[in-house]
């Protein structure tokens, strides 16, 4: 069976240092990934995709970038924190092209101080 | 374009008595349409799925919801709630596929409380 697996699940990080966060997957090869972002109070909201290595599409410009450096590996990244930046981090995949369906990890509480 | 409204934020039901959950959705052709629910400070959890198969699709946990296409609705219902349900239930509806990507369309949440 496939498994999502994120890290860390709670961070506490000042204005203006870095972050990354991780997402894997496992159990399913060549997948479809998703990060999303949910502030308080509000929807969710689709960051970045990707359908291969190396390959990431924006939906929003923000202060983010995300990185995929393995089949089965996702990183979301930012240089300098904003306080905005605070919220609930999902990650997300699918089997491919053609399946509509995703399946969450157990997310990432941001918190920027 | 694809969209969804979920009609209500909060609703609140006694536990033993039917959910309702209101969903319409608006698409340009035969959507694919879910339900997500969503603990407090943890991820999406999928409770059904439709695809153009059965309109009265069951899912997880005695949840199941109605495809109608007249009423371009698909509403999410339980006939006896429990206190584990208490929890955040998102309408999603498919958007189309561009390069190689499906894009989700997800409703703004309905919160669900039970009482004893």
């Known amino acids: 069976s496939q498994t999502i697996h994120q890290w860390p699940a709670t961070l506490v990080q000042p204005v203006g240092s870095p972050l990354s966060l991780e997402c894997t997957v496992e159990?399913?090869?060549?997948?479809?990934l998703y990060w999303y972002r949910q502030a308080a109070g509000r929807g969710l909201q689709l960051l970045f995709y990707?359908?291969?290595?190396?390959?990431i599409s924006s939906e929003v410009p923000q202060n983010l970038s995300a990185s995929r450096p393995q089949d089965r590996q996702f990183i979301l990244s930012s240089k300098k924190l904003l306080l905005s930046d605070s919220g609930f981090y999902l990650c997300?995949?699918?089997?491919?092209?053609?399946?509509?369906?995703?399946?969450f990890g157990p997310g990432t509480r941001l918190t920027v101080t | 374009a694809q969209s969804v409204t979920q009609l209500d934020s909060h609703v609140s039901v006694s536990e033993g008595t039917p959910v309702l959950l209101r969903c319409n959705y608006s698409s340009s052709y035969s959507p694919s349409l879910f339900w997500y629910v969503q603990h407090p400070n943890k991820g999406l959890q999928l409770l059904l799925k439709?695809?153009?198969?059965?309109?009265l699709v069951k899912g997880i946990n005695g949840f199941e919801a109605e495809f109608k296409k007249s009423e371009t609705s698909f509403h999410l219902t339980k006939p006896s709630a429990h206190m584990s349900d208490a929890a955040e239930y998102f309408c999603?509806?498919?958007?189309?596929?561009?390069?190689?990507?499906?894009?989700?369309?997800f409703g703004a949440g309905t919160r669900l409380a039970v009482h004893p």
């Open positions: 439709y695809t153009s198969a059965a309109t």
């Open positions: 159990g399913t090869s060549n997948p479809n």
């Open positions: 990707s359908v291969g290595i190396g390959q």
């Open positions: 999603v509806v498919s958007d189309s596929v561009s390069g190689g990507y499906n894009k989700l369309i």
């Open positions: 997300a995949w699918t089997r491919g092209q053609w399946s509509y369906e995703q399946y």
